[in-house]
């Protein structure tokens, strides 16, 4: 997660010290457009220990679907707050990590990331919420819906493509059909 987390932040963070590693110093979340305070986060001593105990949370429940796993992991994570910069994306791409780990091979083609980012104020909501309600499940029904939209829009996406090289496939189809059709005209004309 640390190299994840270096090469994600590698032109960003001054400090070059907070790159790769656990932070060192005491960060806060906050809004990306406002610069608003949303939520503390443990201090830098504690980080160590709360991420030994992620890994092994992760580890003993192994039973679990790969996506409730997944998607627990990126709450966890995101409320640990291991680095001083590039959290969010670094755990968004450890939740790929992990559900391609676990079999789940249609996160190939899924970037959740988008629906995320494009409900960032429902991201935050439920992270809230789960705090408040001490509870995974706002979360982890977000990140499935988050999924889901991606999904859906993999789909539609990928039937424009099979429509758009149909009908490129049918007109270059036409224009085959023509020259063949036009040759043998040419040939038909000279035997008459």
């Known amino acids: 997660m640390c190299y994840i987390q270096k090469l994600i ?18 960060v806060e979340i906050a809004d990306v457009n406002t610069g608003t305070k949303i939520d503390d986060v443990p201090e830098p001593h504690f980080l160590n220990e709360l991420l030994s105990e992620l890994w092994e949370l ?6 679990i679907n790969p996506f ?13 707050h291991p680095f001083a910069d590039g959290n969010g994306r670094t755990v968004r791409l450890m ?24 409900t960032r104020d429902r991201y935050y909501s439920s992270i809230r919420q789960c705090k408040s309600l001490e509870s995974l499940n706002p979360i982890v029904e977000y990140l499935a819906e988050c999924f889901a939209i991606s999904v859906e829009q993999v789909i539609a996406d990928g039937k ?8 490129e496939n049918q007109r270059q189809g036409e224009k085959k059909l023509f020259l063949s059709v036009s040759r043998k005209e040419n040939s038909l004309c000279r035997i008459f």
């Not at 992760?58 to 039973?63: D, K, V």
Request: proline share 1%; glycine share 2%.
């Open 68 to 80: 409730v796993k997944a998607f627990a992991f990126h709450y966890l994570a995101v409320a640990i």
């Open 95 to 118: 939740q790929h990590l992990l559900l391609l780990k676990n079999g789940e091979s249609i996160a190939k083609f899924v970037p959740s990331e988008t629906a995320i980012m494009a």
């Open 9 to 26: 932040t590698k032109d960003l963070l001054a400090d070059k010290n907070q790159r790769g590693n656990v932070r060192t110093v005491k």
């Open 160 to 167: 424009k493509l099979v429509k758009k090289v149909l009908i």
């Open 58 to 63: 992760l580890n003993e429940n192994s039973e």
